[in-house]
């Protein structure tokens, strides 16, 4: 099939755009090798389905071993055309422009066309989540690698399609991976470091449902700015029959936060470790005039029209799920608003509770939207002997983050790391690093052994918490 070219104006010179025809033509295959040495251009990417601008951060940079050709397949529509552009403004961006050359093939078939040319050897995804595990299942099962957008899995169904993709993963030698950029985010990485500094931290307290040892809130907005541009999200990312609810979205990076933080490089195993509490969800309410803003659709798409009351979508964005992890009790929450109050974003707050200090994270009004950790030592202890200890552990973190400082908080026995602007890289950026270490991991041609079940593990939780809050 032809791109449609009604969806989008000539584009710059240094993308090259190739619609692939049902001519007799044969085009001559070459095959693609699936392990890796860290050789130039060895890394041969196919992008399935774009619908998320996701999609797209992960090649707002260029990558020694990944070559600049890129070999999309996908339905034609708007999605695709936002994704396309997105690259060309990358490409042709004044300050380190990058030089993708995108060949696209349009149609019904696109799966099957990707898995049947095999022109890749990894396969990128994000968009609508309604058939990513079944896309994924059937990526491993070609014997491709896979880097995909999160959440891999909506629903309890579609989690135990996961295991099933991960086992034909693992008979096939291929790496199936999610991508978690909250890990790279300083504040986190501090907040990690200092719970394995006993002299400051202590022990991880077990804490209750009423008072979490680990307690982690999201809050995000459907109306913002990626790249310096407005977000324009496809109507289907408020059905969460197609993107999910979020209490399986962007839960999925909180609860993968709680594990990665709370026990480093364990593994942890569902059916062992992890005990459901309790799960509930709300509704975030929409005008159709913010539906239009966020979609440029004039009115609902019939499949939103069952939750559609009054001329208010009401999306079930919202969740909380309470749990517990090697009998640590945890809570993450998420909740999306429309649009973030003017000079704000997306915000975050974390606390790790241990028998000596408190880790909070906070990032509000009073940080003035920057994410800035805090130690609070708790009741008993000596506040003049704690500091010295602070002080001389954040000068041997030093080594690793240099500059790294603590200052105290005036009228408050808490302190705050002072952070270098240096570290402070931003939620685009963070695409970067993961698709960087994803490159590791391929040249290793394995994962860390904890990884896959800790996905699993995280899956479980977010899936089993949408059945019980249902």
Known sequence: MKINSKFWSPVAASILLLAVSCSNEKMEEEEVKTTFTGEKNEIKLLTLDPGHFHAHL?????????????????????????????????NTRPEDPTSWEMEVYTGDDYLEKMLSEKKGNVMVTAGNNKEKTANIKATVAAGLHVLADKPMAIDVAGFEMLKESFELAKENNVLLFDIMTERFEISTILQREFSMIPEVFGELEKGSLEDPAI???????????????????????????????????????????????????EIIDYENDIEMINARRWTTDLTLDQFTRSTGLPSYPDYLG??????ILKVYGNGEINYTIN??????????????????????????????????????????????????????????????????????????????????????DAWRIEIPQAFRTSHEDHFREVTERYIEYLTAGKLPEWEVPNMLAKYYVTTKALEMAQ
């Open 58 to 90: 992960v090649k707002k940079s260029m990558y020694d071993q990944v070559d600049p050709k890129v070999h999309v397949y996908a339905p034609d529509g708007p999605e695709l055309k936002a994704y396309l552009q997105a690259i060309e403004r990358y």
């Open 215 to 265: 307690t982690k809130e999201s809050v995000h907005h459907f109306y913002k700015q990626v790249s310096g541009s407005p977000l324009i999200r496809p109507a289907w990312f408020y059905d969460v029959s197609q993107q999910g609810n979020g209490i399986v979205d962007v839960t999925t990076h909180l609860v993968d936060l709680v594990q990665w933080e709370s026990f480093p490089e």
């Open 306 to 311: 069952g939750v559609v009351e009054d001329g």
């Open 327 to 412: 009998d640590v009790h945890a809570k993450v929450s998420v909740i999306w608003n429309y649009v973030a109050p003017e000079g704000s974003a997306d915000t975050h707050y974390s606390i790790m509770r241990g028998s000596k200090s408190n880790l909070v994270i906070r990032q509000d009004a009073e940080e003035k939207y920057i994410t800035e950790l805090y130690i609070e030592p708790v009741e008993g202890v000596d506040l003049a002997d704690f500091e010295k200890t602070l002080k001389e552990q954040v000068e041997n973190l030093t080594e690793k983050y240099e500059g790294l400082g603590v200052v105290k908080v005036a009228d408050k």
